[in-house]
T-cell receptor, first 110, second 113 residues
């Protein structure tokens, strides 16, 4: 099935560092979302973006909806141990049908 | 508000059997979607129900089916289980005001032996 291109696939960083990940697609999306998933749990919605060019923050997290509507990025500032997990981007083309990226696994060295 | 709940959390079945998974959406949410998550394929959309009607469908065989009740609770059924059906099955609900903004449950981990 269709998937978004998410990179990097994994990141190993030191506590306190900033993190950046992005998602691209060959198709246009009307909504971009970022989720975090911990082992054995369902994805938790972090940020939702609804307009091209939109920049939205949620605490230390900032995400942007690309102008072309074909990409989005997520930044995490000053990482802490509880940021460890798998981050997924997802896009919607107007229906309740999400297309997901492959995920970015974030590991933090204390 | 309580979140999305899914039952059971874990399930072990053998090939050829069938299974029914249940999902209760966030109160007031009328859209319920189902996803399959596997290490190889990632998160794949199965189908979406709204007001007891299937509104969107992914690319899965007919062995995968679902339904939604008048209280918005939903069930999905997989018949004639195959080894490859082993996965985490996730349910997500939405209030439909913002298409695509979905809230996920904890999932049901299905193991087919």
């Amino acid at each position: 099935g269709q998937q978004l291109n998410q990179s990097p696939q994994s990141m190993f960083i030191q506590e306190g560092e900033d993190v950046s990940m992005n998602c691209t697609s060959s198709s246009i999306f009307n909504t971009w979302l970022w989720y975090k998933q911990d082992p054995g749990e369902g994805p938790v919605l972090l940020i939702a973006l609804y307009k091209a060019g939109e920049l939205t923050s949620n605490g230390r997290l900032t995400a942007q909806f690309g102008i072309t509507r074909k990409d989005s990025f997520l930044n995490i500032s000053a990482s802490i141990p509880s940021d460890v997990g798998i981050y997924f981007c997802a896009g919607s083309q107007g229906a309740q049908k999400l297309v997901f990226g492959q995920g970015t696994r974030l590991t933090i060295n204390p | 508000k309580a979140g999305v709940t899914q039952t059971p959390r874990y399930l072990i079945k053998t090939r050829g059997q069938q299974v029914t998974l249940s999902c209760s959406p966030i109160s007031g949410h009328r859209s319920v979607s189902w996803y399959q998550q596997t290490p190889g394929q990632g998160l794949q959309f199965l189908f979406e129900y709204f007001s007891e009607t299937q509104r969107n469908k992914g690319n899965f065989p007919g062995r995968f089916s679902g339904r939604q009740f008048s209280n918005s609770r939903s069930e999905m059924n997989v018949s004639t289980l195959e080894l490859g059906d082993s996965a985490l099955y996730l349910c997500a609900s939405s209030d439909d005001w913002r298409p695509g903004t979905q809230y996920f449950g904890p999932g049901t981990r299905l193991l087919v032996l």
